[in-house]
């Protein structure tokens, strides 16, 4: 499994994907691990078939007593059927995940690690010399959804917003966004529900300060390419299915 | 090739497998109340034939309750053997991750969470031993009361040849019982078969394990 950096200063942010070894026929996901001195946090750490490869991948980087948190941004399979597998890892780990989904998100086995229901107006990841905030994302395609927002690295882990639907092996960032757009226009249209929802995140996002947008499926969108982003989301009819 | 079934199968079909055995034991105590009814009707004639009747009932009642506990400790099984699976896949998982990481800075820190896990894995399979045990000995103890019910069975044929008019009914219905006591035998066999498969792939498992 790959490994990027994508923020390296005083905490870290590593992107994780790419993986060689996923098994065929299983969607390509993104795993960020957000680290500061001495606490680290996985955002949407997968499912059970990359597990083994995830873990390998992040003792590279941070110490098995060093993850003290996991966020799940929704209920999906590729988000979080690893938990019984990182619950008998982290036992003493705490899963920030939004409220609506605890009940279901259990069922993925839950004994050890602590849920953290997170309600529907967001909330944060307090990791000590770092606060991350989690954005609220209802309806973007999870009826309870959140994203990560931090705001000194400027960076947005924005779950199935921004993703694309890329062949193996595609590089990390967007680099030309109008020939992208072929990638992400299905996947936004039939996966996201809601013409209200998506403009209320449109414009909650607006709001932030935005260096690197980091969707959970293919590539990462850097500059100007969130604005560019932005712009045609919020021009996107999506639900188109009915 | 037939497929081998899984423990955790082997052990949540054995309480529906005898869920039909307390169906027969219901049976045949419904036939031994109507035996014992007969005998009342041919006093003097069908003296001996009451007291093979209350113990008949009592063997019946009796097996009811032990398929009763039969079932709830084949659940609490399956339950131990799926969540020894589970334990058993997290360490496979982990041994993946120290193979393919051997050379990972922090590599050494999951050595703790495997220590964990080992040790659930043993606290599971002695639970497995434990209920397997049980449900062993319960079904013994169903199978030696249909032995003793065949031999009374034996005997309530004889005290009905001295029933005059009523020996034919009786007879029908000892027949009836020995039936219901082949039944029950066949049915306990067969669960005893299956949980002695799943009690030989555990302690397959656990050598495998142990190595």
Known sequence: ?242 | MKTREPAFVSSASLAAELAEVFAVAKDMSISVKNAKAIANRAGTKARGFSPITDFIDEMSVETMKLVNRINKESIELSRVAINDLKVQDSFNKFEQVMAVASDAQYINSLQASMNRIKKEQTEEKNKLKKYSRALRDLMSDIAQHMAVANVIVSNSRIEAVNADEYRANLESIANDIEISCDTIRDRVKSSQHRLENAMQQWRRDFHHEGR
């Open chain 1, 1 to 242: 499994m790959k490994a990027v950096n994508i923020y390296d200063k005083r905490h870290q942010w590593i992107m994780f994907g790419r993986d060689p070894e996923k098994p065929e026929g299983i969607i390509d996901t993104n795993q960020y691990l957000v680290k500061t001195h001495d606490r680290a946090i996985v955002l949407d750490p997968g499912g059970i078939e990359i597990f083994s490869s995830m873990l390998g991948s992040l003792l590279h980087h941070v110490s098995i007593d060093q993850i003290t948190d996991l966020f799940a941004s929704h209920q999906d399979p590729d988000i979080i059927s690893s938990l019984g597998l990182w619950d008998q890892a982290l036992p003493k780990a705490k899963l920030h995940s939004p409220w609506l989904w605890e009940s279901f998100i259990r069922h993925f086995g839950l004994n050890n690690i602590e849920y953290v229901p997170v309600p529907d107006e967001g909330g944060n990841v307090d990791l000590g010399s770092i606060k991350l905030e989690l954005i609220p994302a209802h309806y973007l395609h999870s009826s309870g959804n959140l994203h990560v927002y931090d705001p000194q690295a400027k960076i947005l882990m924005s779950g199935d917003v921004g993703a694309a639907l890329e062949s193996p092996g595609a590089d990390m960032f967007v680099d030309d966004f109008d020939s992208h757009v072929d990638k992400m226009k299905m996947f936004h249209q039939r996966w996201m529900p809601s013409n209200k929802a998506k403009n209320d995140w449109v414009n909650r996002v607006r709001k932030l300060e935005i260096e690197i947008m980091a969707p959970q499926h293919g590539r990462l969108f850097k500059g100007d390419n969130v604005q560019r982003f932005l712009d045609w989301f919020e021009a996107l009819e999506v639900g188109v299915a009915v």
